[in-house]
Structures are given as structure tokens and as C-alpha cells.
């Protein structure tokens, strides 16, 4: 195995790094809670690029979409019933909430909000592609500076790290699965698919699982 497909090796679980809190999932040192923030509004600004690419939403936002045809909500208020939904499907895996958790759920939007109009919408599907990809690889940075800190993941993550937990599932296969069943129930539902969406929903979780390989394998725990 060459050095590069070494380094580049997905991880199968979540790792625990140099800035993983350990006990209360409400406390946090400084470390931990930097790279708690650091990691939500990368998310969100991962987000925010797909967003403006605009060829397709991620799975979550199609999903929102198809939920609005229903109930005349705005987007905002459909991604907050989701995430209570999911929510409930953590009773089962015995998940915990922590203060990542509560967070995850205001600085995502935040970020996304926020970092929208630091870019561009290009003018060439080539170009929307390409924004596409570099979104999904923030997104998944994202993921593994804040999941890794042990103080509640967001609710899609969390479905996704509860599921891995109970069974044994590499955490990348999970989250595809989760994405395409969103997708698909949105895309039923009447909300809008593109190529931007497809590539999320294939991309996403091999991105996650790599960056948690690459920074289990950089910041290893304090002894």
C-alpha cells in the first residue's frame, strides 16, 4: 500500500483525539471547545457552498423540501422538525445530548447564513461541480474536528455514530445509507434532486470516515 492510500485510509469508527472530552458531554475545556466551533461552522460553511453551487441540495435539504410541499413551512422549520425526528430515533441507540448537540443545531445555520455570500454561484456546470466536491470535502473536515470531541453530535451524525455503535457497520456505509434514505423520501415527497445532490449522497460518508482517519492519525490522545 502506497504512502498516499496509507494516509488517505478511511477509518471505521470515530476516532478519539488529542482534544476528545472525556466524562460530562456539558463540559469542555478550551481545546475541545474550539474545535467543537471550529468544526460545526466548517460544516456550515460546507453547507453554504453546496448551497450556492445550486445543482442539487444535500439529502437532509431535499428531504426539508419534500416535508414544505406538506406543511407550507419555510426550510428552517422543516430542517428543525427533521432534527427533532432523528432525535427520537436516538432513544433506541441510547444516544446522549450534549452541548455539541445544542450547538451543532444553531451554528450550522448560523454558518450557513453567514458564509453564503462569501461565494460565488459559477456560471458553468463544470465550475458548479467542482463546488460541489470542494463542499463535501469541508464538510467533512468539518465532521471530524467536532463529532471526535465527544460532547454530542448533531442529529444526523448522531443517527449515523448510534448506528455504527450498535452494529459494527464502518461508520462510512452508515452514513450513505442514511443519506440515501433521506434522499429518496425527499425526492418522494417532491423535493428537488440534482447532480449535486447525487454526489453528496455517494461522496459524503467515505469523506467523513477518511477525514477521521487522517486526524486519528495526526492528533493522537494526551497519555
Not at 17 to 36: E, I, N, Q
Not at 68 to 85: A, K, M, P, V
Amino acid at each position: 500500500m502506497s504512502a498516499l492510500s496509507q494516509w488517505l485510509k478511511p477509518s471505521r469508527t470515530v476516532p478519539t483525539t488529542s482534544w476528545s472530552a472525556a466524562g460530562s458531554m456539558w463540559k469542555a475545556s478550551p481545546k475541545t471547545f474550539f474545535y467543537l466551533m471550529l468544526g460545526n461552522w466548517l460544516y456550515g460553511t460546507g453547507e453554504a457552498i453546496l448551497i450556492k453551487a445550486d445543482i442539487g441540495q444535500s439529502a437532509g435539504t431535499v428531504l426539508a423540501q419534500g416535508i414544505q410541499n406538506l406543511t407550507g413551512d419555510t426550510i428552517g422549520w422543516t430542517s428543525f422538525y427533521i432534527s427533532i425526528g432523528v432525535m427520537f430515533l436516538w432513544i433506541p441507540l441510547k444516544n446522549k445530548v450534549g452541548i455539541g448537540t445544542v450547538l451543532n443545531i444553531i451554528f450550522v445555520s448560523v454558518a450557513i447564513d453567514v458564509m453564503m455570500p462569501f461565494f460565488p454561484s459559477p456560471d458553468s456546470y463544470a465550475l458548479s461541480v467542482v463546488q460541489v466536491l470542494i463542499g463535501i470535502l469541508v464538510i467533512g473536515l468539518g465532521s471530524a474536528f467536532y463529532i471526535p470531541s465527544n460532547l454530542g453530535p448533531g442529529p444526523r451524525d448522531g443517527l449515523m455514530t448510534g448506528l455504527h455503535y450498535r452494529t459494527g457497520i464502518p461508520i462510512g456505509r452508515v452514513r450513505f445509507v442514511i443519506e440515501a434514505v433521506f434522499l429518496l423520501a425527499g425526492w418522494l415527497l417532491g423535493g428537488s434532486v440534482g447532480l449535486g445532490t447525487v454526489l453528496v449522497t455517494l461522496l459524503v460518508g467515505e469523506v467523513v470516515a477518511i477525514f477521521f482517519g487522517i486526524v486519528g492519525r495526526v492528533s493522537k490522545p494526551v497519555a
